[in-house]
């Protein structure tokens, strides 16, 4: 079946630092791709997410690329901010069929100023 | 915005009593979903609805039962509730063609003594 691998956290980091959350996934066909966060005592936002190879999702700063080739879909952010602090989960669709989604684990992201 | 609520940020129960999680969304989404996260394991579907009146078993339906008598309303509903229950419960909603996003609600955290 379909599966999500995240790199485990924790992960700390100092303001403006150069982060890098690896994602790989399983799945048949073309899924779409997706990272979600989820901030302190909240439910969780989409962060970005790209539905096709080779498609670059953007937000906030946040990159991520959809690599068919290496199965993978790693978030990206040049400086992180103390406001970045958050779970970070990254997260598949399958191609046609129903609409659920499969999740990773989560990597809980820690900026310190 | 799309706006998903959740009947109670907190809930404390004991065992063996009857529970009700109540997830109400406002976009006409066709799609609800009950996800249950739990630390280490990330997010696990335990039951999802793609039309009224409709259900379908996720990944973890053991215990759990949903009701959708009207578009808006996704109810999850502990029978006999256990300790082992005791978690984060996140509903979410999609639209039903349009993509396969999920917006989601702040999530109820239940305790169960």
């Known amino acids: 079946g379909d599966s999500v691998t995240q790199m485990e956290g924790p992960v700390t980091l100092s303001e403006e630092a150069f982060l890098t959350i690896n994602c790989t996934y399983t799945a048949t066909g073309y899924p779409s791709l997706f990272w979600y966060v989820q901030y302190p005592g909240e439910g969780l936002q989409l962060l970005l997410k790209a539905t096709k190879a080779d498609d670059k999702g953007s937000n906030k700063g946040f990159e991520a690329t959809y690599r068919k080739e290496t199965t993978s879909f790693h978030l990206e952010k040049g400086s992180v901010q103390v406001s970045d602090s958050a779970v970070y989960f990254c997260a598949l669709s399958p191609y046609g069929g129903n609409y659920k989604l499969t999740f990773g684990k989560g990597t809980l992201l820690t900026v310190n100023p | 915005d799309v706006k998903v609520t959740q009947s109670s940020r907190y809930l404390v129960k004991r065992t063996g009593e009857k529970v009700f999680l109540e997830c109400v969304q406002d976009?006409?989404?066709?799609?609800m979903f009950w996800y249950r996260q739990d630390p280490g394991l990330g997010l696990r579907l335990i039951y999802f609805?793609?039309?009224?009146?409709?259900?379908e078993k996720g990944d973890i339906p053991e215990g759990y039962s949903v009701s959708r008598e009207k578009k808006e309303r996704f109810s999850l509903i502990l029978e006999s509730a256990s300790t082992n229950q005791t978690s984060m419960y996140l509903c979410?909603?999609?639209?039903?063609?349009?993509?396969?996003?999920?917006?989601f609600g702040p999530g109820t955290r239940l305790t169960v003594l």
């Open positions: 979410a909603s999609s639209p039903g063609t349009s993509g396969k996003l999920e917006y």
């Open positions: 976009m006409d989404h066709e799609n």
């Open positions: 609805s793609y039309d009224v009146k409709m259900k």
